[in-house]
Structures are given as structure tokens and as C-alpha cells.
């Protein structure tokens, strides 16, 4: 059995929700030329960013303020590119449509 040291419950961790927007974010730009999945994992990188933030904000101990910064503009710059790629795909099918 494994006894845990007290003074280790004062040592720094990462915030949960820090690394995960990254991942997202990181997604989102790679795949924002597929039509709706790079919004949707934008919105998802931003809103784990949020929740780091949140996270960061309620416990002094964590970090990872840096890792929340790069999921938030990762998954505002995978929000914007997925959006654009979706209506250039819809104007490109709706241009595509033979009109009799």
C-alpha cells in the first residue's frame, strides 16, 4: 500500500479542460475543409477554452493558461474557417443543381 505525501496536494497541476481545446482547435483547423466538422470541433475547442478558463480561474493551483489561450484562437480561427468551407460548399452544390 502506497501512502500519499500531504505536501504533494499543493503541487501545480494542469488545467482539465486546457489540453483537450488544443486537440480540438488543432482538429478544427486541419479538418475545417470538411463541411460542418471544423465549426462544430471550433465551437468545441472554445467552449473547453471557456471551461479552463473557469477552471484556471476557480483553483489558484492549476495552470495552462497558455495551452486555454491556443485552444481558444484555434477554435476561433476552426470556427471561421468551417463556417466559410460549409457555404462555399453549399453555393457550390446549389450551383451545381441543373435549373430547368
Given at each position: ?5 500531504p505536501s504533494l496536494a499543493s503541487e501545480r497541476g ?36 471557456q471551461q479552463a478558463l473557469i477552471q484556471l480561474k ?37 450551383a451545381s443543381v441543373p435549373w430547368s
Amino acid at each position: 500500500m502506497q501512502k500519499t505525501d500531504p505536501s504533494l496536494a499543493s503541487e501545480r497541476g494542469l488545467a482539465p479542460s486546457a489540453t483537450p481545446s488544443v486537440v480540438y482547435g488543432v482538429l478544427a483547423v486541419t479538418l475545417a475543409g470538411v463541411p460542418v466538422v471544423g465549426f462544430v470541433l471550433g465551437w468545441l475547442a472554445f467552449f473547453r477554452s471557456q471551461q479552463a478558463l473557469i477552471q484556471l480561474k476557480t483553483d489558484s493551483r492549476l495552470e495552462g493558461l497558455g495551452l486555454r489561450r491556443a485552444g481558444a484562437i484555434l477554435g476561433i480561427a476552426g470556427l471561421i474557417l468551417g463556417a466559410t468551407s460549409t457555404v462555399i460548399w453549399i453555393v457550390v452544390l446549389i450551383a451545381s443543381v441543373p435549373w430547368s
